[in-house]
Nanobody, 123 residues
Framework: VQLQASGGGLVQAGGSLSVSCAAS????????VGWFRQAPGKEREFVAV????????YYADSVKGRFTISRDNAKNTVYLQMNSLKPEDTAVYYC?????????????????WGQGTLVTVSS
């Protein structure tokens, strides 16, 4: 599976942005997909995850209630809708895919990673 993250950009605080993760490979619909982010000078951190069928999601406390993860398996794409953005959401956002839906906040669970897309939130 190859993943391609896109949709990043510059947005003002309080604004919204949606990033996408497009995948190649016919088995994408069987994978758990997560979003992680890495802010300048910080370690990469978990943001959100969605199960293969879209029925289960889980969010980091820092984004809960503001971000929504969804997927369209017919389009081999996972989305991350980000609302009420804050300057501290500024980071490179990465999508990742893995076989399992447990310990999904841990990077080691994921087998495939996209290249990342930069989201910058100005104050």
């Amino acid at each position: 599976v190859q993943l391609q993250a896109s949709g990043g950009g510059l947005v003002q605080a309080g604004g919204s942005l949606s990033v996408s993760c497009a995948a190649s490979g016919r088995t994408f619909s069987t994978y758990t997909v997560g979003w992680f982010r890495q802010a300048p000078g910080k370690e990469r951190e978990f943001v959100a995850v969605i199960s293969w069928d879209g029925h289960s999601t889980y969010y980091a406390d820092s984004v809960k209630g503001r971000f929504t993860i969804s997927r369209d398996n017919a389009k081999n794409t996972v989305y991350l809708q980000m609302n009420s953005l804050k300057p501290e959401d500024t980071a490179v956002y990465y999508c990742a895919a893995g076989d399992h839906y447990y310990d999904t906040d841990l990077e080691d669970v994921y087998d495939y990673w996209g290249q990342g897309t930069l989201v910058t939130v100005s104050s």
